[in-house]
Nanobody, 118 residues
Framework: QVQLVESGGGLVQPGGSLRLSCAAS????????MSWYRQAPGKERELVAT????????NYADSVKGRFTASRDNARNTVFLQMNSLKPEDTAIYYC???????????WGQGTQVTVSS
């Protein structure tokens, strides 16, 4: 069955870094656009970063541009989110998302908690 499993979250001080991973299985990963979303307490889920199926193009929310970098390894069916210069407002649950024109609906992971606090 389809699985997206995020990892790498945790507690980090402001200015610190974390690298999130999302391991995919059960579908043709290389054909899917992958995205990272986040949801902070009391707020709606927001799109953070997107990377195309080949990895050749990325897009970022204005709030994370220059600090976050999405990448993927299609040989390992894994997508990454490198987060640098973290701020308290980056605190949220981060979710991995997969979507493709060949699929009727997107797939979601269970999320990983990122907390930025001193």
């Amino acid at each position: 069955q389809v699985q997206l499993v995020e990892s790498g979250g945790g507690l980090v001080q402001p200015g610190g870094s974390l690298r999130l991973s999302c391991a995919a299985s059960g579908f043709s990963f290389r054909l899917y656009t992958m995205s990272w979303y986040r949801q902070a307490p009391g707020k709606e889920r927001e799109l953070v970063a997107t990377i195309t199926s080949s990895g050749g193009s990325t897009n970022y929310a204005d709030s994370v541009k220059g600090r976050f970098t999405a990448s993927r390894d299609n040989a390992r069916n894994t997508v990454f989110l490198q987060m640098n210069s973290l701020k308290p407002e980056d605190t949220a649950i981060y979710y991995c998302n997969a979507r493709s024109s060949i699929s009727a609906r997107p797939y979601w992971g269970q999320g990983t908690q990122v907390t930025v606090s001193s």
